[in-house]
């Protein structure tokens, strides 16, 4: 079972800035943060893929950045100029391959005056 570890989370001012982290047991083909959404579902946030290939959620662009270090199975996520709408829980999401994802427990983000 690949495990996933987050960290980073935490209350901050509007226009404040965090940066979360998650950390994969193995090497996947790709990573990302989602976000809860309406219906039950989680929303794309921003993901990279092994070829460094990212993407980004309309409101995530030009605020927030994703990267990855592949030595250690790691992704982090700049986000700058967070906003009260920002707040969710990120959750880290993992494909080892074409057929198999996995999540993180997910990582609480509070911006709040």
Known sequence: QLQLVESGGGLVQPGGS???SCAASESTISMGWYRPVPGNQRALVAEISNDG????????????AISRDRVTNTIYLQMNNLRPEDTAVYYCKADRNRWE?????GTQVTVSP
């Open 18 to 20: 965090l940066r979360l």
């Open 53 to 64: 290939v990212t993407t980004y959620s309309d409101s995530a662009k030009g605020r927030f």
């Open 101 to 105: 994802r996995f999540w993180g427990m």
